[in-house]
């Protein structure tokens, strides 16, 4: 009957039920998390090992055999156990705010040395905590005492201490946060880690350390505030003689075609003078501009030596007559079944190019004036779907052609692009024209040809109605041909 009416007995009563029962839940709730891949999985994995173990173990020492708590061994079990706690809020506080974060969140952007900061100041308000109720030490002088302490050491390191600060101050009013790119006077590359001491740039050339004072104490761009598109400029030389307008029609038509160039926006080319212009092309970010740049420079070195331009002063002699010639027998003859004289007709008016990697040889939608034929390397066709996907159909190799619409004066139905390097040979309209209209089996061939290739387009577009329903090939006929 005492035992009943001694408070130790219900305190012992409610452990010996109350701690199996949270061990079984927080069992059952740890295997849930865990089968989910949660990240509070480990919280509660700490809590059940280590904080209802400790607390129910002070229960008994406290509570049922009435152990005083100023006492060393509970002191340091509350120590242990206090300790434990801190440890679960500074976890659960990372799991939940900040690792479980979108990625376009502020969250997410919030430099680190702001999360070291919060973690600081939880941890020196538990110890205070910690020290003050469980141990008894008065606080206050121990904050007088780390007061002067800390005058002392501010004196002796004053000029380290004041580059920290004047970082601290910078960061506060967020110039820039994780994932912005800077131009700053020694880097420019993307913002990836900020902490204490420096802020970690990750530019073409490596990982460039930048410290904190540095920043503050410096100018730099932020080249992505505002928030929007980033406009990449490339500076390119013509000769003097090049016509200003053609120069300028060849660069806009090389970078629309860009395939890093944000969708939507049109590029434009201007002349500075002196032989020099500007093209403008707006893209998602600067991690774009290099990229954009440098396939930029590939293919008007190319397309400059098709238009009969003179990139950065320099002629083109690609296109001489013994390739004409050889190109015109070894590939043109076998398509076109042209006559010995047929190929001494046509070396005049034909014309070797290239074309670089990943260059458009042929547009859709455009009314080819020549065909191409291809001399080596290979070329990919290509058909936009109704919501603007780039659909290839079908690769040509050596020997084939493009462009036979121009014989129909009808726009091409399918694009092409280059797979690698491409030469070709390109004859204009009005020369093949007087050779295609005296072979009518080659007209049939040739129409054969444009039918079979826009049926292919339409299926794999997925406009099987209009390839089911389309005219049966019966062949180009020679009043077609204008």
Known sequence: MNSFNSPWFYWAIGVAIGFPVGLILLTELHHILTRKRSRLARQVGVLRNWLLPIGALLLLLVKTAEIPAGDVPVRLLTTVFGFLVLVLLLSGLNATVFEGAPEDSWRKRLPAIFLDVGRFALIGVGLTVILSVIWGVRVGGVFTA?????????????NSVGQIVSGLFMLFEQPFRINDWLDTQTARGRVIEVNWRAVHIQTGGGLRIMPNSMLATTAFTNLSRPAGPHKCSVTTTFAQ?????????????????????LPGTTPTSVALGAGQYRTTIRVSSPADEGATESTFLRWIWYAARRWDLHLDGEDDDFSTPER???????VVATEL????????????????????????????????TAMTFIVAGSVRLTVTDADGTVLP????????????????????????????????????REHLEKIVMDKPMLLQDLGRLIDERQNKARLTRGDRAKAATAVAPGGLKPDTLG
């Open 241 to 261: 003689g090049d016509s200003p307008d053609k120069v300028c029609a060849m660069l806009t038509l090389v970078a629309s075609a860009l395939p890093l160039m």
């Open 146 to 158: 780390l007061g002067i302490t800390s005058v002392v050491i501010g004196l002796m390191l004053q």
């Open 393 to 428: 159909f079908a690769t040509l190799n050596e020997g084939s052609f493009i462009g036979v619409t121009a014989l129909t004066r009808q726009p091409n139905l399918a694009g092409a692009y280059a797979l690698e390097e491409v030469t070709a040979v390109e004859i204009e």
């Open 324 to 330: 004409v010639t050889k190109a015109l027998r070894t």
């Open 337 to 368: 079944r042209l006559t010995l004289a047929d190929q001494q007709f046509l070396a005049p008016y034909a014309r070797v190019v290239r074309y670089g990697t990943d260059e458009i040889v042929q547009y859709a939608g455009m009314v080819p």
